[in-house]
Structure formats: C-alpha cells, structure tokens
C-alpha cells in the first residue's frame, strides 16, 4: 500500500510540476477560463485509481489467540470512474455530488482453527462440532462493485493565475452489489456475506487547473465506512469466520483526476 501511494505521489507531483511550469510561464499568465467559476451549475467527469481495504476489530475470544491476532486483511488496488455535479454557493464554496462505480477485491485470511478448543461451548457461546480448515476455508477473496454516492462541500482559495487549491469533506451513501447479505449460504459453503446499504465520511484535497478549454483536477480522498459491514454466519455455523471478528468497515485512498 505504501509503494502504491509512493508512486501516484510522485507521479503526480510530476503532473503538477508540468502543469504549473505551462500554467505560469510569464507569456502564458493570461487567465483561462475567467467566467467559468461563476456558473451555478456546472459539470464533469472524473476517473481514478484507488487502494481499499477492511479496517477489523477482532473479537478477544476468537479473533485472538493470546497475542496473535488470527484474522488478517490485504489489501487491493483498482480503479473507477464517476460523474461531477458542482452546485456553486458563493466566492468560497460549492456543494458537489459525485455519483460513481468502484471496483475492489480484498482478501481475508482466517487462521482461527485453534477456536476447536471453545467447541464443548462457554457460558455465552453454543458447543460446535470442530471441523478441519484447509486452504480455502481459510482465505475469501472478496469481489466488491461499489455504487459511491458523495456528497460534499468544497471550500477553495482565492485563483492564482490559473490555479486554484481546495479541500472538502462530505458523506457517501455507497451500495456493495456483490454483498451477498441475501444469501441463506454463510462461510461454510465458502460465501462471505455483508451489507448491501452503507454510510461513509470523506476528506479531499487537490489543485485545479484551468485550460482553454477545461479544468483539470488533481486529488486525494480518503473515504472511511461508518457502519458495521459484517452480516454474522449462520447459528450452527463454527466460530471460524464472521465470528471471529466484532466490526469489519472498509477504508479507502482515491487519486482522483477530474475534467469539468
């Protein structure tokens, strides 16, 4: 993940540094694009690389074993693709909603066949009968399309010759079309299940840069599911999967370039 992150880094601090040297030339400090700011509405599209992942808290009695945490996540790199929707409020502000489709696949690995000592039950947990775990009952390659509804509030600088910095913030209602929450199947007929209807919060920050004929931004956004995504395996399932962990929510790095 952090190679991942290094390299857009650069590569777009080389973007930049490209666009700022043909931006702010002394014979090319003509402003572009004058009145395009002060539309009401204005529109666009954006496509972007992205790195998502799970972020889990484990459950004490079968998500670890003394200290060894039994449940793991990696993480994936994609892309996707969205529209922009840009509603302008005043000098400082616009509201954007930028409807768009994720593509990602994480993998989960489960090494949680040591929970085979809680199978006589507890107190609070029913007995189950052990099974042995081989290799592909202990890793689920999780496909996921993403349906990524933000809506944010963008707050900018004042335009220096034709650039212009901003961040925002906002929320997403994202829907997971691979979910698998409807499913009667759980883990032990290899299907790992979780919600189809989520909530997330976003931050963004990046430079706009005007054209004769578009405006171009580069961005990073981090988006953070809030809601606990994990749909629990069914009751005579063994505590080997879904019951090893409390929450699971997905996290996410977006290199966004936008064309409005």
């Not at 992205?50 to 459950?59: E, F, G, T």
């Amino acid at each position: 993940m952090n190679k991942f992150l290094l390299k857009a880094l650069v590569l777009a601090s080389v973007n930049i540094a490209v666009f700022a040297d043909a931006q702010f030339r002394t014979r090319n400090r003509m402003d572009k694009l004058e009145d395009f700011d002060q539309q009401v509405f204005s529109w666009g599209f954006y496509l972007n690389g992205n790195i998502v992942d799970y972020r889990i808290v484990l459950n004490p009695r079968y998500g670890m074993d003394g200290n060894q945490n039994l449940v793991s996540s990696k993480n994936s790199k994609s892309f996707g693709a969205g529209l922009i929707a840009k509603w302008r409020l005043n000098d400082y502000l616009d509201l954007k909603v930028e409807p768009g489709l994720q593509f990602a696949q994480r993998e989960l690995t489960f090494n949680t066949q040591s929970n085979d000592q809680y199978a006589a039950g507890t107190l609070t947990n029913s007995p189950f009968i052990p099974i042995p775990l081989n290799d592909k009952d202990k890793t689920r390659q999780i496909k996921s399309t993403l349906v990524d509804i933000p809506v944010m509030l963008e707050l900018h600088g004042q335009r220096w010759y034709n650039s212009r910095p901003y961040v925002a913030a906002g929320v997403n209602y994202i829907v997971n079309l691979q979910s698998n929450s409807d499913s009667t199947d759980d883990n032990l007929q290899q299907v790992f299940r979780s919600t189809t209807h989520n909530f997330a919060w976003s931050a963004e920050m990046g430079i706009q840069f005007y054209f004769n004929k578009f405006k171009l931004t580069p961005a990073i956004r981090g988006t953070f599911i809030m809601n606990n995504e994990l749909v629990a395996d069914n009751a005579n399932t063994p505590p080997y999967w879904t019951a090893a962990m409390s929450t699971l929510q997905t996290r996410a790095v977006f290199f966004v370039l936008k064309f409005e």
